[in-house]
């Protein structure tokens, strides 16, 4: 049992962690045994209170993410050998765990991620009805078609972990302190921070929130409106069941997908948690605007069975030995929902040396795991793996608590919802993010979403099927998307593309700070090129578009899940190095038209005095002009690869300036097209985009990137040594381009790629080629297997696809073309 230190102990830290859950104890534990001196845990009651002691402590390898099975994989390896590290029982059980498919649905959503799981070390198998009936014997097997299976999976008593865990994190020298409350925080000139709390002051260079449902509230202190609210999850432990006592070995756990609960063995009961409907589950939403009630701690809430009652139903049916067992224990208690149920995990844009570990929906399986990963960032200064999806500036000052709310409820609805490729939910849209042309065009496409932004993913016509049809075979987009394609190379498309990040940076050092930052040279004034931030160990940290606009003042512009990503990577450069220089976010103010095709030129001419031509206005080339009276900033530079230009310019102008561009088109037959088009037209051109091809697991020499890396220009930007040694060391994989023999279904990304009955690598994205007519992707493989001509086979939905390594690109870009045939060269197309 736990003896409280109600002191500070010092006053003076290096990091200060807030709150004493799993996750803030795991950091505190990984902070301190990596040697870090000086780290000091602050918790407001008693370790554990809040959503820890009553989770209901389940571990699973399981994730559809592809990165996050590595934070579940740390976590139960950690949670194997803690007992024996710190000599604390910690109650941990592995039967494994059984997730349930009783529709064909769920049996191909199984063959999905089973793809997935080839080219990761966990174990994971899709099981037949038969061995799913020998390892759980007292299910209702007519409803079984198969199970996804995962031998090291099981749970793990939250108590006692977060107590090993502390008692490590003391071994290894950390403070723990509670109950101390913190009642302020202010943040110095210097970036260090001075926490206020009943015993005193304590100064800290980083404080990291792990506060839980109290982490709102943290976050308020310093001006932060962090998106999470508390949801109320109810799980029902029943009496001793004969049936479950007469087993000689514990039952696994069981997710019953289509009924929406798990379900483990409790002693010699029987243990389950549902996930009630959008529309039935329960919000504190109270919390959110009042902040959570003083005192409220190791409380619970009322239960409410009839809430559970369809699910306590559906359990009953597949479970049949529940109909006669009786339930004496009812747990309601709040966990914290991010709107996409993901944590957010990092530090924070905007706020020096603030960090976050909070929005943990699943906080067991990911307490070891996310401890390690934040310690090693911390220590090392960039993430040792790509987790943009946990990033917390993934959102920003659209995510409204209203929006956080909608989303909350349809994340905890959709729990066990199918998991499709391309998914598309629709709570809480739009958001105010919309560009200037959403109202226009909303009722003319399907539309996706973007870090907050609605853009179109493709168009309708009259005869098409319309709306989204989730599927994971071709769908009712595949044929549209290749009208679109189509439009954009054989005559010309427009597409709203205002969701990109876009900054302005300027100022006496713009060009020093640019030329430190990124690995290719700064672009001349009226040019622009392609340009990667990478990590100190080389990794790729981004991707964005430089232009130098004028002397000294540059446009930046990056994908849209990236804008506040990579604009706190670049604003904490500045504060390193002391620049004079300003950034400016554009990306609200801002729209975005990207025009492309043949006759984009044509079009475009008809609307200024100024020359377009080839001579004139050369690729990779931008400057200021005006399209009809409307100033825009244009840049020759296609993601399509095809002629075309990207033309920033005021959102309130976007509907004018679509409205004139439509208009001069008509005689070239122009028309709309979406990013699914986009997507096509990229991966034929040869083109990676971050995020698949390259992150920061990449380097960018194995991606293929040399041409946008100058290892010999003077400036020693971050990254340069490492990248050096890298090529010096020579690569041990590379990324490849294959095309793929299939049948009704196309490659998405992160699929195993076969040879010799081995996997051997993974596909990083993939589409259909419209112009060659069958499947394409990029893949990663050893370099040995690198060459053009190798034979591999790449699986989707449990089936080997006979693929073939081919030179890139398959279609070559437009300004190549146009080289080859000033030579006299006839290129392919």
């Given at each position: 049992?736990?003896?409280?230190?109600?002191?500070?102990?010092?006053?003076?830290?290096?990091?200060?962690?807030?709150?004493?859950?799993?996750?803030?104890?795991?950091?505190?534990?990984?902070?301190?045994?990596?040697?870090?001196?000086?780290?000091?845990?602050?918790?407001?009651?008693?370790?554990?209170?809040?959503?820890?002691?009553?989770?209901?402590?389940?571990?699973?390898?399981?994730?559809?993410?592809?990165?996050?099975?590595?934070?579940?994989?740390?976590?139960?390896?950690?949670?194997?050998?803690?007992?024996?590290?710190?000599?604390?029982?910690?109650?941990?059980?592995?039967?494994?765990?059984?997730?349930?498919?009783?529709?064909?649905?769920?049996?191909?959503?199984?063959?999905?991620?089973?793809?997935?799981?080839?080219?990761?070390?966990?174990?994971?198998?899709?099981?037949?009805?038969?061995?799913?009936?020998?390892?759980?014997?007292?299910?209702?097997?007519?409803?079984?078609?198969?199970?996804?299976?995962?031998?090291?999976?099981?749970?793990?008593?939250?108590?006692?972990?977060?107590?090993?865990?502390?008692?490590?994190?003391?071994?290894?020298?950390?403070?723990?302190?509670?109950?101390?409350?913190?009642?302020?925080?202010?943040?110095?000139?210097?970036?260090?921070?001075?926490?206020?709390?009943?015993?005193?002051?304590?100064?800290?260079?980083?404080?990291?929130?792990?506060?839980?449902?109290?982490?709102?509230?943290?976050?308020?202190?310093?001006?932060?409106?962090?998106?999470?609210?508390?949801?109320?999850?109810?799980?029902?432990?029943?009496?001793?069941?004969?049936?479950?006592?007469?087993?000689?070995?514990?039952?696994?756990?069981?997710?019953?997908?289509?009924?929406?609960?798990?379900?483990?063995?409790?002693?010699?009961?029987?243990?389950?948690?549902?996930?009630?409907?959008?529309?039935?589950?329960?919000?504190?939403?109270?919390?959110?605007?009042n902040g959570v009630p003083p005192g409220f701690g190791k409380e619970l809430f009322e239960p409410d069975l009839d809430r559970i009652m369809e699910h306590v139903e559906a359990a009953m049916e597949m479970v049949p030995v529940l109909k006669k067992a009786?339930?004496?224990?009812?747990?309601?208690?709040?966990?914290?929902?991010?709107?996409?149920?993901?944590?957010?995990?990092?530090?924070?844009?905007?706020?020096?040396?603030?960090?976050?570990?909070?929005?943990?929906?699943?906080?067991?399986?990911?307490?070891?795991?996310?401890?390690?990963?934040?310690?090693?960032?911390?220590?090392?200064?960039?993430?040792?793996?790509?987790?943009?999806?946990?990033?917390?500036?993934?959102?920003?000052?659209?995510?409204?608590?209203?929006?956080?709310?909608?989303?909350?409820?349809?994340?905890?609805?959709?729990?066990?919802?199918?998991?499709?490729?391309?998914?598309?939910?629709?709570?809480?849209?739009?958001?105010?993010?919309?560009?200037?042309?959403?109202?226009?065009?909303?009722?003319?496409?399907?539309?996706?979403?973007?870090?907050?932004?609605?853009?179109?993913?493709?168009?309708?016509?009259?005869?098409?099927?319309?709306?989204?049809?989730?599927?994971?075979?071709?769908?009712?987009?595949?044929?549209?998307?290749?009208?679109?394609?189509?439009?954009?190379?054989?005559?010309?498309?427009?597409?709203?593309?205002?969701?990109?990040?876009?900054?302005?940076?300027?100022?006496?050092?713009?060009?020093?700070?640019?030329?430190?930052?990124?690995?290719?040279?700064?672009?001349?004034?009226?040019?622009?090129?392609?340009?990667?931030?990478?990590?100190?160990?080389?990794?790729?940290?981004?991707?964005?578009?430089?232009?130098?606009?004028?002397?000294?003042?540059?446009?930046?512009?990056?994908?849209?899940?990236?804008?506040?990503?990579?604009?706190?990577?670049?604003?904490?450069?500045?504060?390193?190095?002391?620049?004079?220089?300003?950034?400016?976010?554009?990306?609200?103010?801002?729209?975005?038209?990207?025009?492309?095709?043949?006759?984009?030129?044509?079009?475009?001419?008809?609307?200024?005095?100024?020359?377009?031509?080839?001579?004139?206005?050369?690729?990779?080339?931008?400057r200021h002009l005006k399209l009809s009276d409307i100033a825009v900033t244009a840049i020759r530079i296609s993601y399509t690869g095809e002629l075309g230009w990207e033309l920033y310019h005021r959102k309130e102008d976007s509907v004018a300036l679509y409205?004139?561009?439509?208009?001069?088109?008509?005689?070239?037959?122009?028309?709309?097209?979406?990013?699914?088009?986009?997507?096509?037209?990229?991966?034929?051109?040869?083109?990676?985009?971050?995020?698949?091809?390259?992150?920061?697991?990449?380097?960018?020499?194995?991606?293929?990137?040399?041409?946008?890396?100058?290892?010999?220009?003077?400036?020693?930007?971050?990254?340069?040594?490492?990248?050096?040694?890298?090529?010096?060391?020579?690569?041990?994989?590379?990324?490849?381009?294959?095309?793929?023999?299939?049948?009704?279904?196309?490659?998405?990304?992160?699929?195993?790629?076969?040879?010799?009955?081995?996997?051997?690598?993974?596909?990083?994205?993939?589409?259909?080629?419209?112009?060659?007519?069958?499947?394409?992707?990029?893949?990663?493989?050893?370099?040995?297997?690198?060459?053009?001509?190798?034979?591999?086979?790449?699986?989707?939905?449990?089936?080997?696809?006979?693929?073939?390594?081919?030179?890139?690109?398959?279609?070559?870009?437009?300004?190549t073309r146009m080289r080859l045939q000033r030579k006299g060269e006839s290129p392919k197309i």
């Amino acid at each position: 049992k736990e003896t409280p230190s109600p002191s500070l102990g010092k006053d003076r830290a290096d990091t200060v962690i807030i709150g004493g859950g799993c996750v803030g104890v795991s950091l505190a534990y990984h902070l301190s045994r990596a040697g870090l001196k000086d780290v000091v845990l602050l918790e407001k009651s008693e370790l554990t209170a809040g959503s820890t002691w009553h989770a209901a402590g389940l571990t699973t390898y399981f994730h559809p993410g592809i990165n996050l099975k590595k934070i579940h994989s740390y976590s139960i390896k950690l949670y194997e050998k803690l007992e024996e590290e710190t000599g604390q029982a910690v109650g941990f059980h592995q039967p494994g765990s059984i997730r349930i498919a009783s529709t064909p649905t769920r049996v191909d959503e199984f063959k999905y991620q089973m793809t997935r799981a080839g080219w990761h070390p966990t174990e994971q198998y899709l099981i037949t009805p038969e061995k799913v009936q020998e390892l759980f014997p007292l299910l209702n097997m007519d409803m079984v078609l198969a199970g996804l299976y995962n031998p090291g999976d099981g749970h793990i008593d939250p108590y006692s972990l977060t107590m090993a865990l502390a008692a490590g994190a003391r071994k290894y020298g950390a403070q723990l302190n509670y109950p101390v409350q913190v009642t302020n925080l202010n943040s110095r000139s210097d970036g260090t921070w001075e926490v206020e709390t009943p015993l005193g002051l304590i100064r800290a260079n980083r404080i990291v929130n792990t506060a839980g449902f109290w982490a709102r509230d943290i976050g308020k202190m310093i001006g932060m409106q962090h998106p999470l609210i508390p949801v109320h999850h109810q799980y029902v432990v029943t009496s001793t069941i004969p049936e479950v006592k007469a087993l000689k070995t514990e039952l696994p756990v069981i997710r019953d997908l289509e009924g929406s609960y798990y379900l483990r063995q409790e002693r010699d009961g029987l243990l389950f948690g549902p996930y009630e409907s959008e529309e039935k589950m329960k919000l504190q939403d109270s919390w959110v605007t009042n902040g959570v009630p003083p005192g409220f701690g190791k409380e619970l809430f009322e239960p409410d069975l009839d809430r559970i009652m369809e699910h306590v139903e559906a359990a009953m049916e597949m479970v049949p030995v529940l109909k006669k067992a009786d339930i004496i224990n009812t747990t309601a208690g709040p966990i914290t929902y991010s709107p996409d149920i993901l944590p957010m995990v990092g530090p924070h844009q905007g706020v020096r040396n603030y960090w976050v570990a909070i929005g943990f929906g699943y906080g067991i399986i990911h307490a070891g795991g996310i401890g390690k990963y934040l310690s090693d960032w911390i220590l090392e200064g960039e993430p040792p793996f790509d987790l943009i999806e946990l990033d917390p500036n993934r959102y920003g000052k659209w995510t409204t608590t209203e929006y956080t709310a909608a989303k909350a409820r349809e994340s905890y609805g959709f729990n066990n919802i199918v998991g499709y490729p391309k998914e598309e939910r629709f709570a809480g849209r739009p958001t105010e993010r919309t560009s200037g042309l959403y109202d226009l065009l909303k009722s003319e496409c399907s539309m996706g979403f973007h870090a907050g932004w609605e853009q179109p993913h493709w168009f309708y016509k009259p005869g098409d099927e319309i709306g989204y049809k989730p599927s994971f075979r071709r769908t009712n987009w595949f044929e549209p998307v290749g009208r679109e394609y189509k439009q954009v190379m054989e005559k010309v498309g427009v597409i709203d593309l205002s969701p990109f990040g876009k900054f302005k940076v300027k100022g006496a050092d713009s060009v020093k700070l640019l030329d430190h930052l990124f690995a290719n040279v700064v672009p001349k004034v009226g040019s622009t090129n392609i340009s990667h931030m990478l990590t100190p160990r080389g990794k790729v940290y981004a991707e964005l578009t430089v232009s130098q606009l004028y002397p000294g003042e540059f446009m930046l512009v990056t994908g849209s899940g990236s804008e506040l990503h990579d604009l706190r990577w670049i604003e904490e450069e500045v504060v390193r190095g002391g620049y004079k220089v300003e950034i400016e976010n554009m990306t609200d103010e801002m729209g975005v038209l990207g025009v492309a095709g043949p006759y984009a030129r044509q079009v475009l001419q008809k609307l200024t005095n100024e020359d377009l031509s080839d001579g004139s206005f050369k690729f990779l080339q931008s400057r200021h002009l005006k399209l009809s009276d409307i100033a825009v900033t244009a840049i020759r530079i296609s993601y399509t690869g095809e002629l075309g230009w990207e033309l920033y310019h005021r959102k309130e102008d976007s509907v004018a300036l679509y409205g004139a561009i439509m208009e001069a088109g008509q005689k070239e037959g122009i028309d709309n097209f979406g990013t699914y088009a986009l997507n096509a037209l990229r991966l034929e051109k040869g083109f990676r985009a971050w995020g698949a091809e390259m992150n920061c697991d990449t380097n960018p020499l194995e991606a293929g990137l040399e041409f946008f890396v100058k290892l010999n220009k003077p400036a020693d930007f971050t990254g340069k040594q490492a990248l050096k040694q890298i090529k010096e060391k020579g690569l041990k994989r590379q990324l490849v381009y294959l095309t793929l023999e299939t049948d009704n279904v196309d490659p998405e990304g992160n699929e195993s790629v076969w040879h010799n009955g081995k996997v051997i690598g993974n596909t990083t994205s993939g589409s259909f080629s419209y112009s060659a007519q069958q499947s394409l992707a990029f893949a990663y493989v050893p370099i040995e297997l690198s060459k053009v001509g190798q034979k591999l086979e790449v699986e989707l939905l449990g089936k080997n696809y006979p693929a073939t390594i081919i030179q890139e690109p398959l279609v070559l870009t437009e300004p190549t073309r146009m080289r080859l045939q000033r030579k006299g060269e006839s290129p392919k197309i």
